[in-house]
């Protein structure tokens, strides 16, 4: 059952995360049906300000003894640094070992990691951080490509807005449904989103290290919606195909036909952001040819299908084609 929810900030906290926790637990919300929450904001010392990450002071009214007894310790974002509070990392261990939930937003992961809570755990955060945790807690078991992460006792949450979908998913698992449904009514967002943080990744353009391929690959660029074969490129590049297939890993380091998906999922991504053209006109211009194709090779890619991909990014005006 949630209870009692303990929020962790320390210096350089991110306020929207930590406002993403204050909406979600932190307002009472028994008119809609919601059971109370006991929210405590909790600081190394109690009533002593601590600086934002935007320079607006934070004054937290409680200490790190009242973490105790929370049914949740939740830890929002703050500013990644190479050690943290040591009073914060045994407050967090001393819950854990005590049986309450924690709960990570963002790059509040690498609290939880560096307290040594992830060891061996499936975790996720930031994908622009996904490295940088691996290369610090290399026993971490990281998805970088999901909203949320819940392994039980332990909940890590991707970037920013992805915190909302996971206190949401935190709020239906121990108090149902609707009480999750009444709080996403109230913050106008949806109860739970579809899809992943890599539909919000920026893709990986692979880049031509050498220039004897450029003009061919310039050409390739500007001709997508013609059928290529590997063939057909190696005769244009005057080389045999078994040359050519080497030479093209070594200078872009990935194979003709992923290079050649690649930019096309790339010029679809472009053709779904700014244009009104539908699905399959998009196929037909980005060079996959069908539909069906598209979304094959834009789910495997992005995530998502093209047409989520679009309801979140598309053009809200008449854009040109």
């Known amino acids: 059952m949630l209870r009692t929810v303990a929020a962790i900030v320390i210096d350089q906290t991110a306020p929207f995360e930590f406002g993403v926790l204050c909406e979600v637990f932190g307002i009472d919300r028994t008119e809609e049906g919601v059971p109370p929450i006991e929210f405590r904001v909790c600081g190394e010392r109690a009533g ?3 600086r934002t990450s ?3 002071m934070l004054v937290p009214e409680l200490g790190l003894d009242a973490v105790e007894g929370a049914d949740l310790v939740a830890v ?8 943290y509070p040591e009073a914060v990392l045994e407050a967090l ?5 005590q ?12 609290i939880l990691g560096a307290a040594g809570l992830l060891e061996g755990r499936h975790c996720t955060t930031h994908w622009r951080y996904s490295k940088e945790i691996l290369e610090r807690f290399p026993s971490v078991l990281l998805d970088p490509d999901v909203l949320f992460v819940d392994d039980g006792d332990i909940i890590t949450s991707a970037g920013t807005a992805a915190g909302i979908d ?5 709020v239906r698992r121990e108090l149902g449904s609707a009480a999750a449904n009444a709080i996403a009514r109230r913050m106008v967002v949806p109860p739970q989103r579809d899809g992943g943080q890599r539909q919000y990744v920026e893709l990986p353009i692979p880049e031509c290290t050498a220039d004897s391929l450029t003009p061919l690959l310039s050409w390739v660029l500007d001709n997508l919606r013609t059928e290529h074969t590997v063939a057909d490129l190696a005769s244009r590049a005057n080389m045999s195909e078994r ?6 890993v070594a200078e872009t380091g990935t194979t003709p036909n992923k290079w050649l ?3 096309r999922v790339l010029h679809a991504r472009q053709l779904l952001e700014d244009t009104r053209l539908t699905v399959d006109e998009v196929a037909e211009e980005s060079g996959f040819g069908s539909a069906a194709l598209l979304r094959h090779h834009f789910n495997k890619i992005v995530g998502v299908s093209p047409k989520d991909y679009r309801r979140t990014f598309g053009a809200t005006r008449e854009a040109p084609v």
């Open 76 to 83: 929002p974002a703050a500013l990644i640094r190479d050690e």
């Open 99 to 110: 049986g309450s939930t924690l709960l990570s937003v963002c790059s509040g992961a690498f």
């Open 54 to 56: 935007v320079g607006a």
């Open 166 to 170: 996971a206190c949401l998913h935190l």
């Open 243 to 248: 040359t050519f297939a080497r030479r093209f």
């Open 93 to 97: 261990r001393k819950a854990h070992d």
């Open 261 to 263: 998906t690649m930019q």
């Open 48 to 50: 002593e300000p601590i």
